[in-house]
């Protein structure tokens, strides 16, 4: 199984700055993805982070409010940008791992509340 | 498009009852299947699958593709198994494919 960490694991932030989140996997994955889920609801695709290229966004998610990173197989970030209210939740990165029965394992996520 | 519905945000059961957590799916084509647990204060985790056919810690799912279900089911509840449970769905067309998940249901197991 895959071991992901992410950074960091809870903050708090006003309004309108950003916040990037690393998400750091102990072995190379196929697949990496972010996640958010908002409070008392189910989890929503973000994006698929994709290696070397621009991320592959979810209907009703933009790069310019989400920019993802992915510079190697191990490694992606994903920052909210001009933070709302409305943006807080639990953010998700998740993967699928190579060579995998395709199960998707999951970060610990990072609570973000904006005031 | 693919839906899940997990028609109950909160099921309370005494310990030693039988659980029963319902999930329907809506998929035109045939679809895999599965449990996602999340205990309290970890991260969400595969639970079962329906292709693996598995009783993971005596839960057990049968896919019935006539009434598009994949209920998880315990004869026995513990108090460990309280936690937040989601059903989700990926087009088994090969490949990985994009997963959704539904709303999740909450376990409580009365002592």
């Known amino acids: 199984s895959a071991v992901i960490s992410q950074k960091p694991s809870r903050d708090i932030c006003q309004r309108g700055t950003s916040l990037t989140i690393q998400c750091q996997v102990d072995?190379?994955?196929?697949?990496m993805f972010w996640y958010r889920q908002q409070p008392g609801q189910s989890l929503t695709l973000i994006a698929t982070?994709?290696?070397?290229?621009?991320?592959?966004?979810e209907s009703g998610f933009v790069i310019d409010k989400f920019p993802i990173s992915r510079p190697n197989l191990t490694f992606s970030t994903l920052t909210v940008s001009n933070m709302s209210p409305e943006d807080s939740s639990i953010y998700l990165c998740?993967?699928?791992?190579?060579?995998?029965?395709?199960?998707?394992?999951f970060g610990p996520g990072t609570r973000l509340l904006v005031l | 498009a693919q839906r899940v519905t997990q028609p109950e945000k909160l099921l309370s059961v005494f310990k030693g009852a039988p659980v029963e957590l319902k999930c329907n799916y809506s998929?035109?084509?045939?679809?895999?299947l599965f449990w996602y647990v999340q205990y309290s204060r970890q991260r969400l985790q595969l639970l079962l699958r329906?292709?693996s056919r598995e009783s993971i810690k005596g839960f057990t799912a049968d896919l019935n593709k006539g009434e598009t279900s994949f209920h998880l089911k315990k004869p026995f509840a513990q108090e460990e198994d309280s936690a937040m449970y989601y059903c989700?769905?990926?087009?088994?067309?090969?490949?990985?494919?994009?997963?959704?998940f539904g709303t999740g249901t909450k376990l409580q197991v009365i002592p």
């Open positions: 329906h292709i």
């Open positions: 998929y035109s084509g045939s679809p895999e």
């Open positions: 072995s190379q994955v196929t697949m």
């Open positions: 989700a769905l990926s087009p088994n067309s090969g490949g990985y494919q994009k997963v959704t």
């Open positions: 982070a994709n290696q070397g290229s621009e991320a592959t966004y």
């Open positions: 998740s993967v699928v791992q190579a060579g995998g029965r395709e199960t998707q394992y």
